[in-house]
């Protein structure tokens, strides 16, 4: 079992940066590739990113590549995802999720196993 818990949201304007942290708790986790998802209003949930376990490969969507950094620190069970010049169009409640099958680092919604309760995430114009 690995429990999920993010934070670091917030209202900000476009072009300012956030850092979300998702804490987890469970020795599982540093054996987990972790990902981060987001959902607007009335949109599905979309991929983000994701990192695998060991922290040594990543996986962006397009749309955030070259803007967010996810990365790790399992010695604080910690993964973390660095926001910058951040758009109206992140804005969302953004989720972190556990993929226990480590192996090739997916967008899948359905790939992981557990999920946190999400932050809200709102940029201003």
């Known amino acids: 079992q690995v429990q999920l818990v993010e934070s670091g949201g917030g209202l900000v304007q476009a072009g300012d940066s956030l850092r979300l942290s998702c804490v987890a708790s469970?020795?599982?986790?540093?054996?987990?590739?972790i990902g981060w998802f987001r959902q607007a209003p009335g949109k599905e949930r979309e991929f983000v990113a994701a990192?695998?376990?060991?922290?040594?490969?990543?996986y962006y969507a397009d749309s955030v590549k070259g803007r967010f950094t996810i990365s790790r620190d399992n010695a604080k069970n910690t993964v973390y995802l660095q926001m910058n010049s951040l758009k109206p169009e992140d804005t969302a409640v953004y989720y972190c999720?556990?993929?226990?099958?480590?192996?090739?680092?997916?967008?899948?919604?359905?790939?992981?196993?557990?999920w946190g309760q999400g932050t809200q995430v709102t940029v201003s114009s």
């Open positions: 469970g020795r599982a986790f540093s054996n987990c590739d």
């Open positions: 990192i695998s376990w060991s922290g040594s490969r990543t």
């Open positions: 999720a556990a993929d226990l099958n480590r192996g090739l680092l997916t967008s899948s919604t359905r790939a992981y196993d557990f």
